[in-house]
């Protein structure tokens, strides 16, 4: 269990920041912007919530909490030194990303082909849920640039991917299961 009990370490004012693992590492090093650019989709979906009802609301609430699991899966890097009484790191895991996908293929069985791209917009809800999917492919991009220098949980990089779909399929459902969506016109303003 987690247990705060000071909230400014004054650990961080030299620009450095602590992996799980306990190393030091710069506050822009390509880990630290990974799980935190996965924080800021966390608070976007936060954000989305605020719209939500129901079954979406309670799947947003699953993602959260997975977020903070991929989170500490990305501030601990992979094969760390054991030390004895070390606890095992935290692992976003397959089963995760499984559920992702059931929920986007329920989600999706409601809506109609689309005909063309969707611009963020319609309800709140979809715009916020827009802007998180935007935010989760940040991430993603930033995971894998750390794949280039650092082994990462495969998982973790399979869920931010879904996670995206997901937050998109979800946007259109929200948004009256499509019926409310903003469609790209091609050269509509030249």
């Known amino acids: ?13 030299k620009g450095s ?11 822009h090093d390509l ?10 989709a966390n608070a976007a979906i936060g954000v989305a919530r605020l719209h939500c009802r129901g079954d979406i609301d309670a799947m947003l609430n699953r993602i959260q909490n997975d ?6 899966d990305l501030c601990q890097p992979e094969d760390p030194p054991k030390k004895p009484g070390d606890y095992p790191p935290l692992r976003v895991v397959e089963a ?23 611009l ?8 916020y849920l827009h802007l998180a999917r935007t935010i989760a492919r940040r991430a993603e991009r930033e995971i894998t640039a750390l794949m280039d220098v650092e082994p990462v949980n495969p998982a ?7 996670l995206s779909d997901h937050l998109f399929v979800m946007a259109r459902y929200v948004n009256d299961k499509g019926q409310a969506d903003v469609l790209w016109v091609p050269g509509k303003n030249r």
């Open 156 to 162: 973790g990089l399979r869920y931010i991917n879904r």
């Open 17 to 27: 920041t602590s992996l799980g693992s306990g190393k030091r590492v710069k506050k």
């Open 67 to 72: 977020l903070f699991d991929l989170g500490a």
């Open 1 to 13: 269990m987690v247990q705060l009990t000071r909230i400014y370490t004054k650990g961080g004012d």
């Open 31 to 40: 880990r630290v912007a990974a799980y935190g650019t996965v924080d800021e």
């Open 120 to 127: 963020s917009g319609g309800t709140p809800a979809a715009a």
């Open 96 to 118: 995760q990303v499984e559920r992702l996908e059931q929920e986007i293929d329920r989600l999706n069985a409601e809506l109609q082909p689309l005909k063309s791209f969707v």
